[in-house]
Structures are given as structure tokens and as C-alpha cells.
């Protein structure tokens, strides 16, 4: 583009006057500030003031909130949490609660499973419960079979026999097995597992024995005997039952435990609680126990046993109990 020509004068006129000087403007000349007038204008350094005559503030200071606020935020805060926590305890609080009540089926579950597995194998008419409903006691087995009744390897009884033969598959023994044969319950001479059988006199009227074979599985069974079985156990189905040693499961209220004993031996009176042997704890926290016997509940040869069993515990929310009941069918054909 084509550049314009200014004159002097009007290029005189754009210029901005000297400092202190306003000719070109037509008014007065001013004259230039002086250092400290321009020392006061300037502003103090940051976290100074000895310009203005105060004391120095730092910047921190400067950008703060006053109590007002803190108290307001204390107090919305306060409120807030008020309100969530309502929404939030009772939640958490029930879900504790639902947990332990949980631990506590499972635990009485799993005992009361224990027990009942026991009774299941249980030799017939074995099983007994003490007066007070605390404790149950049964003979485990651990194998059955039936006895010859017929040719030379028949079983005798009223004389002294120590060896038979097995009608079908053997039998798998252990070292020292006891024999039971037609068992019909305590307190019935010759027909009671748990009498005594330790001198002639006692294996006259017992009708546990004790196997001499060697471990394993046999089809001949020879026996320690010192007195031949009593004549009323020759009774149909004429079977022969290996057996272990009594077990007993026996609450403690007092200490709220449920404990299964074994290797005491057997006893004529049912011990309560057992002495000797082991024992093992399936549950604590029982505040409450029951088991009940009923032999005529189903048939002549079949029982039901009733077990109740009551765990408390207590958690941060509260304390919490549950009860099962579990009902066990017993074989009691001997």
C-alpha cells in the first residue's frame, strides 16, 4: 500500500510530552515524583508491611476462615453423619448377626450329623441314654456277618466253642476283635454287650467274645473263650457283629461343651461322666442339650432317637442362640 506523509507538526502533536512537561498538551508543566513519594506508591514486599507502619502478615495468615466457618462445618458435618450412620449401623449390625447365627448352625449341624452317624452303626439295642438326658452311649460296629448253624464248622452254644465258620463274605477283623452275638440290651442275662466277660463265670452269661485271628479278612473266626456262649442267643438271624469299644457323647452345661468320649471300655452301669480313654470337643457355647430314647416309636426292632441341641454366642450386635433338633432312626434286630 502507498505510505501517507505526515508533516512535522502533526508527528509533533502524536508524540507523548517529556516527563513533567505538558506544553505540548496546553497545560501545566508537572514536576517529576520524587524516590520516596514513588517508595510509599509501590507496594511492600509479601510478609512485609513496614511501608504501611503495621506488622508483617504472611500469606497463609491472609487466606484463612474465620471460627464462624469452622464451627458451621463442625456442625453440617455432625449432622451428616447423623443421618448416614443410621442408614449404615443397622445393616452392619445385622449382617454380624446373620454370620453368627450361620457359625452356630454350622457347628450344631456337624455335631449333631457326628452323633447321628454313630447311632446309625450302632449295635443293636446298644444304645442307652442317661437319666438325666445329657448323655448318650452306643457300641459302634464295624462289620456283621452270619455264623454257620450246620456241619463241622457250626457254632455251639451252652459248650465251649472257639472256632467257627462264616455263612457268605468274610468278615474283615482287627487285632483283638470283640465279638457280639444277639444282643437284646442292658440288663438282660446273656444278651447284654456291655456285662462283663472277664472270668468264666462272667463269659457264662455274656455274649461278647474275643476274636484270637489276626487282622485282616476272614472266613474262620477263632475265639478266647473260657465259657460257652449262653443257649438263648442261638436266635435268628444268627449274625455275628465285630464291635469297637462304647462311645459316649455327654453334654456340660455347666461348662457348655458337647464332648464325645471313647476307649473307655465297657461298663454295666452307664458311666456319666466316662473315666479313662479319650475324648474329643465337637461344640461349645451349649446352653441347651436333650437326648431322648423311644424303642417302641417305630417297630419291636427299630427306635428313634431325638437329640436337641442349643448354642448361644455374643457378638458386637447382641448375643445370639440357635436350637436344631435331629431325629435318628435305630436298627435294633440283633
Request: overall charge positive.
Amino acid at each position: 500500500m502507498p505510505q501517507c506523509n505526515v508533516s512535522p507538526k502533526v508527528a509533533a502533536l502524536r508524540r507523548p510530552p517529556p516527563e513533567g512537561s505538558a506544553k505540548a498538551w496546553g497545560g501545566p508543566a508537572l514536576s517529576p515524583v520524587s524516590p520516596k513519594v514513588a517508595a510509599l506508591r509501590r507496594p511492600p514486599p509479601e510478609g512485609s508491611a513496614k511501608a504501611w507502619g503495621g506488622p508483617a502478615l504472611s500469606l497463609a495468615r491472609q487466606r484463612g476462615f474465620t471460627l464462624i466457618e469452622a464451627v458451621l462445618v463442625i456442625v453440617i458435618t455432625g449432622v451428616l453423619l447423623t443421618i448416614v450412620s443410621r442408614f449404615i449401623v443397622q445393616p452392619v449390625q445385622a449382617y454380624l448377626a446373620m454370620g453368627a447365627r450361620a457359625a452356630l448352625v454350622d457347628t450344631a449341624d456337624t455335631a449333631l450329623r457326628r452323633v447321628g452317624r454313630d447311632l446309625r452303626i450302632a449295635l443293636p439295642n446298644s444304645t442307652r441314654v442317661s437319666g438325666s438326658g445329657l448323655a448318650v452311649e452306643l457300641i459302634p460296629t464295624s462289620g456283621g456277618a452270619r455264623y454257620a448253624t450246620e456241619g463241622s464248622g457250626k457254632l455251639d452254644f451252652g459248650s465251649i466253642d472257639t472256632s467257627f465258620d462264616l455263612v457268605g463274605p468274610p468278615l474283615t477283623l482287627s487285632a483283638a476283635q470283640q465279638l457280639v452275638f444277639y444282643n437284646l440290651g442292658t440288663g438282660i442275662v446273656g444278651s447284654d454287650a456291655y456285662a462283663a466277660n472277664g472270668s468264666a463265670a462272667e463269659q457264662a452269661a455274656s455274649n461278647r467274645r474275643t476274636a484270637s485271628n489276626a487282622a485282616g479278612a476272614v472266613s474262620t473266626i477263632t475265639l478266647s473263650s473260657a465259657a460257652g456262649l449262653p443257649v438263648a442267643d442261638f436266635a435268628p438271624p444268627y449274625r455275628v457283629h465285630a464291635v469297637g469299644t462304647p462311645v459316649t457323647y455327654r453334654c456340660d452345661l455347666a461348662a457348655g461343651t458337647l464332648t464325645r468320649y471313647q476307649g473307655y471300655g465297657f461298663v454295666a452301669t452307664q458311666p456319666d461322666p466316662p473315666t479313662g480313654g479319650s475324648s474329643a470337643l465337637l461344640a461349645s457355647g451349649v446352653t441347651g442339650c436333650r437326648f431322648s430314647y423311644e424303642a417302641a416309636a417305630v417297630a419291636a426292632r427299630a427306635a428313634l432317637v431325638n437329640l436337641q441341641l442349643t448354642l448361644a454366642t455374643t457378638t458386637s450386635a447382641g448375643s445370639e442362640s440357635i436350637t436344631l433338633h435331629h431325629a435318628v432312626h435305630v436298627d435294633n434286630l440283633p
